[in-house]
């Protein structure tokens, strides 16, 4: 063999190899997605779902309580309602130290639009201990008007020093301007404005209303031998009493946005955060998997239209719920180029539903979303996250997910842009340098300038900016309706 021949024999070789182990990685998450744990379920007389996964030998155990009522159900004017029930479950901060210290786990209670969510995790051991404290929150929930005062404080602080920050008030800006006052175009851990005016009569109707057994399901992952953990539970949470009636979902839907841009002026600022954003789908919705898709080939094709993207953040993701939910594209730029930074967002959802994705774009932004599926099954508590997302939409398992994902077509995604895009009213917001972002976005359409920042951060409910409702209208008020949040979001990409 001449050494021409051995030289191509060995690169043959090499891309053999190369195609070989990329093959595998590819089969290997696909297995990975088609085979994850699924859980045993039971459920409580008073109606609570019970998902369990006994791990023998693991020393350790998670719990995870999903009521599924979140800030979707605070009343108009008074959002935060139910991020303060939720920080009233575990009011007294030793709570925590006690979870860490003696228990040798952690507790944490999260609010969003779809749920509260309550963390307990420590030592197998411990599980009866550990239910015990949680039929104490749930069914002897502190609400006097000393605790109410102190978490009301306490998360008044948290939202002021959260909400200056540049990406912040751009996020809760586009909601706003998209959205009004239906319930997604809220801050679901309210304002300085909207914490000020729950009451303590607000809290006791919401607990009475949603923090129900037969509103809730409860993950349990570790090593608890099932009988032992039923047995707690029945004994512990079975006088958690149910509710009578599940309060119906019902929403006056936003009207259309304001098309002018919308900028917020932040003097002296280097950077802009610009955001484009339409109505999403429902995360039950049978073309959620082509959404998701759609949310990394987007972000593909917005960077390749405008490369400086690549020299800072930017994302591209389906805020997706119960009812439809968000499609945004965000990114922070130089003040020069905000204005090509929405006219290339805008020419990028155009293009998704006039070019179909070629074989190779298809390819990788099914392999990404399948890792991302994949990584849910990596931790017990991505898992447990899984199970309740999967649980509350009834979209099936995460196989079934992954399924879904291998088989769109360039066809399929086509479709769902046609549908999300192609008559889709868009709503546009900059934060930043007012003076110069007014300059460069007038050339390329009709601007509006809000004014100060802190008219989003503090008052995004009342700010006439934010606002969809004509002057003569009423309040788009929501009754009481469930949202869920995505299982997969496009991810952001930073230098």
Known sequence: MSCLNRSLYTIKLGLMVLLLAFTCQFASLSVAAQNPPEPNREELLNGLQVLFWNRPGDASVLMKLRIHSGATFDMSGKAGTMALLGDALFPDPAAREYFADELGGRLEVTTDYDDIEVTLAGRASEFERI??????ALINTQLSDEVINRL???????????????????????????????????????????????????????????LNPNNATLVIIGGVEERRAMRALRQLLGMWRK????????????????????????????????????????????DYAAATLLTLLARDRWQTALPE????????????????????????????????????ARAVLKDLYTVPPSASELAHARAEA????????????????????????????????????????????????TR????????????????????ELERTGKVEIAGAAAEVSGKNETSPAAQTTKPGQPAQTPLFAPVKRPVINGPTKKP
């Open 131 to 136: 239910v015990d404290l949680l039929r104490t």
């Open 152 to 210: 009301r404080d306490a998360r008044t602080k948290v939202v002021r020093e959260t909400s200056i920050a540049p990406t912040t008030i751009a996020d809760r800006a586009i909601v706003a301007r998209l959205l009004g006052e239906y319930p997604y175009g809220r801050p679901a851990a309210g304002s300085t404005e909207t914490l000020a005016r729950v009451v303590r009569p607000d809290l006791m109707f919401a607990r009475e209303r949603f």
């Open 370 to 417: 399948i890792a991302i599926l994949n990584q849910q099954t990596e931790r017990p508590e991505s898992l447990a996250d899984a199970w309740l997302d999967s649980e509350t939409f009834k979209t099936g398992t995460l196989s079934e997910q992954a399924r879904a994902i291998g088989s769109l077509t360039p066809t399929d995604l086509q479709r769902v842009a």
């Open 243 to 286: 509710s009578d009636s599940m309060v119906p979902a019902t929403f006056r839907q936003p009207g259309t946005p304001d098309a002018r841009t919308l900028v917020y002026d932040l003097p002296g600022a280097e950077t802009a955060e610009v955001r484009l954003a339409t109505r999403g789908l429902t995360r039950a919705d049978k």
């Open 309 to 344: 993207l690549g020299k800072s953040a930017f994302f591209v993701r389906h805020e997706a719920h119960a009812l439809p939910g968000v499609f945004v594209m965000g990114a922070s730029v130089r003040a020069t180029d905000s204005a090509r930074a929405l006219e290339t």
């Open 420 to 439: 999300l895009f192609r008559d889709a009213s868009i709503a546009a917001v900059a934060v930043g340098n007012a003076a110069q972002l007014r300059t």
